[in-house]
């Protein structure tokens, strides 16, 4: 935010706003400390509606949209401090290009999902969300526990179920060493229980069918 916070101050007056989302789904409290001394305006996506519309796995992410509402920039692991992505924005608000197309990769995912486990994880994060909201916690992590299984690689996921099973792990500060442990982890954990889900040498049988009708 403190990277934001100083672009903003130096093009405030070129005719530019920036608005900030937060996706935390616990809502505007966890988010207020990080952004109530900011110059700018910061709404909450509890329900994770613009990752959803974009695809975003990550954050932070970057959407550039002109007076026009045509978006001219978009993307995921937006970086303010990395000068060729801030300069493509300053090349939109000045008008010198009219879309830019920022091809590094930040995030590099091994696997990806398909487009029915996306939409299977995005339904179980929502009911999650729901649960979460709802004080009953055990039930929103069961729920994000199975979505994170279905797209692993979505931090989004990820992130809120940390901050729903460890919130000591996110207040005062965030603890980004135990993070990076914990994902650790968790990915071996994930790998060892997908390979118990693979079907046997003779293929996936549901039980009752393949096997019966061969006798």
């Not at 500060?173 to 994930?190: F, M, N, S, Y």
Request: proline share 4%.
């Amino acid at each position: 935010m403190p990277g934001w916070q100083e672009f903003y101050q130096k093009y405030k007056n070129e005719n530019f706003e920036l608005l900030s989302v937060s996706v935390d789904i616990q809502g505007a409290e966890v988010a207020k400390p990080y952004a109530q001394d900011m110059p700018f305006t910061t709404v909450v996506d509890t329900e994770n509606k613009l990752a959803n519309l974009f695809g975003f796995k990550i954050v932070p992410n970057g959407i550039f949209i002109d007076k026009n509402g045509t978006i001219r920039l978009i993307k995921q692991g937006f970086q303010v401090t990395n000068d060729e992505h801030v300069e493509s924005v300053r090349k939109l608000i000045f008008g010198e290009v009219e879309k830019i197309e920022l091809d590094d990769q930040y995030y590099n995912p091994v696997g990806a999902a398909s487009n029915v486990e996306t939409m299977l994880a995005q339904t179980k994060y929502k009911l999650g969300m729901e649960y979460a909201n709802n004080g009953k916690k055990e039930d929103a992590l069961k729920e994000l526990d199975e979505a994170l299984l279905l797209d692993t690689d979505n931090f989004l996921i990820r992130k809120q179920r940390w901050y729903i099973r460890y919130p000591e792990k996110f207040s005062p500060t965030i603890d980004t060493d135990w993070q990076q442990k914990q994902l650790e982890k968790e990915k071996a954990e994930e790998a060892q229980l997908k390979d118990e889900l693979i079907c046997g040498p003779e293929g996936c049988v549901i039980p009752g069918t393949f096997s019966d009708t061969k006798k």
